[in-house]
């Protein structure tokens, strides 16, 4: 008899410590919101984990022969993952290139060394503007 009364007694203060928890328990808030992100790079990412979208900070690099300043470049990319915009910003200048992840598509340059605007269609045909 004694230990069905102390398991009565354990269980009404265990419901007792319940209530008294869940009293205090107040809704989640959203903390507060960072008024500058910072980062050397920012991928968003699809829901099967492919970068559909990149912003990125390349130092200056040599490919073959030719330098190439420290630039950023923004991506986005298709469900397959090509390139469908990338635009990018250096000392030198900056670009936009709107395609298909093939050669088709249209490039916007603007540069010290010279401007231009560039369309190539889906058979190699290309079209050159310059001023």
Known sequence: ???QRLLIALTLANFVL????LAQMRPVAAQG????????ALEIIDEQG???ASITVNPPATVGSRDYPESVLLRLADSRGGPGVKLSAS???SGLRLGDGSET???V???TTGSFVRVTNADGRTQLLKP
């Open 50 to 52: 492919r970068v559909r």
């Open 91 to 93: 000392k030198d200048g």
């Open 105 to 107: 598509g249209i490039d």
């Open 109 to 111: 340059t603007a540069k």
């Open 1 to 3: 008899m004694k230990l």
């Open 18 to 21: 319940l209530l008294f928890g």
């Open 33 to 40: 919101v960072p008024r500058v992100l910072r980062a050397h």
